[in-house]
C-alpha cells in the first residue's frame, strides 16, 4: 500500500473543499507546470461529475485559475483572491507562465453534468496553439487534496522504507505490543523517514498555529457567507456570549483567556462547538484553514485539540504533537482502507473520518492504550457510518458546517467510552469499521455522493448558480 505521511492528511489550504478546491487548484498547478516551454495561446477546463454539479458552491472554477495562474493556496494572501478572479474575468486573460493567454471562464470552463467512469471527480486540462492540441491531461481529485494524474500511480515518487509499514489497525497493535511503545511514538519514528526532526517539530508547530488563527478569525468576524444562502456566521456571537466581555487584542491572548476562565460543563459544550463553527465558516468564506482530512470537516479536529488544549492538563506542543501524530494516522488508515472523499463514500468518509481521528488524538493523550485509541476511533466511525453528503446548493454550509460540530462532540464521548471501557469486550474492531464503512460507500446511492442531488439539497431547493 501507499505510505502516507500525517503532513499528508494534515495540509495547509484554502476552503471550501479539498477535493473541489484545494484538489482542482493542485491541478491547475500541475498542469501550468509541465506547459513550461511549450508554445500556447489557448486553455480549456472541462469538469465532470461531482465536480461539475457543486463546483460553482466549492469554487472549483475559482481554485483552478488561481492554479493555472501558478498561486499556492498555502501561501496566497485569501483577501487577495476575489480581486485576481476579478482581474482574469475583467481581461479575459490568464497569466500562466508569465505569459498572457487568452481565456473567458464563461466559455472556457466547461461544466459537464454526467460523471466520467474512472472517478466521479474528473477533470481534463487542455491547451492549444492556434486550434492544435499542445497538451492534454486529465486529473482525478480523490479528497483531502490528494490529486492522480490518469496513467501515473498514486504517490509514485514517496517510496519510502519505514520502520514500522502500517496498513490496518492490526498493524499499530502489533507494533505497540511488541515494542511496548505508544502508537504517537511508533508514527513518530515512521515520521523520521520523510524528514528531519526539525522539520516535524516545525510542521507541528505550523499546524497547530494554522489552526489557532483559523479560529480565531472566525470568533471575530461575523456577517453573511458568501455563496446565495444568505448564511449567517454564528461563532462570533457565541464567542462574545462566552467570554463576558474579557478583553483580547491576538489570538493567544484570547485562548489564555478561555484557558483561565472559570468553565462550566455547559460553557465547555458551547465552546467545543464555537471552535467547529469558526473553522467551517472560514472555510465556507474561502479562508485558510487545514485540511484534516478535508476541508469540509475541517472543524472537528481543531474543534477537539482546542478543547484538550483548554480544559484538560496538558503538556503543550508535545501533546499536540502526540494528539497530530495519532489523529493523522487513523486518517491515513481511512484513506488506504476505505475512501476519505464525499464524492466516492458520502460524508461519512469526511466528518467521520474526522471524528474517528479527533476521537484518537485526545484518547492517546489522555493516557488510553493503544487499543483504547482505536476504540475509540472505531466507536466515532461506526456512529457516522451511511452519514450522506446533500450540501444544499453545492455549498459547504448547510449542513456541513454544524455536522462539524457534531463530529467533535461524537469524537469526545468516544473517547470518554473507550478511556471507560476494555477493548477486550468489544465486539467491533477498528479494521472491521473501516472495511464496513468502505462497504458502505460503494453502496451508497450516488445522489447523496456530494451532488446536490438527494437529502437537503433536494428537500431544500433554492435557486443557485449551479444547483
Known sequence: MERLSVFDIFKIGVGPSSSHTLGPWKAGLAFSENLKGKAFDGIEVHLYGSLSKTGIGHATDIAVQLGLEGFNPETISTENISTIIQRI????????NQSNIRFDPKSQIVFHQHALPQHPNTMILKAFQKGQSVLEETYFSLGGGFILKEGEEENRDKVVDLPFPIDKGLDLVKYTNATEQSIAEIVWQNELCFRSAEDIHNGIQLIFDTMLECVFKGVTTDGIL??????KRRAKKMNDDLMEGKSFSNAKEWLNQIKNSTIDFNKINKWISCFALAVNEENAAMGRIVTSPTNGAAGVVPAVLFYYYCFCENNGIEDIKRFLFTSGEVG???????TISAAVGGCQAEIGVSSA??????????GGSPRQVLMAGEIAMEHHLGLTCDPVGGLVQIPCIERNTMGAMKAITASNLALSGDPADAKVNFDVVVKTMWDTAQEMNGKYKETSEGGLAFNLPVIMPNC
Open 357 to 366: 481521528m479527533a476521537a484518537a488524538g485526545l484518547t492517546e493523550v489522555l
Open 332 to 338: 491515513c488508515l481511512f484513506k488506504k482502507g476505505a
Open 226 to 231: 458568501p455563496g446565495g444562502l444568505e448564511v
Open 89 to 96: 474575468k475583467n481581461e479575459k486573460s490568464l497569466s500562466i
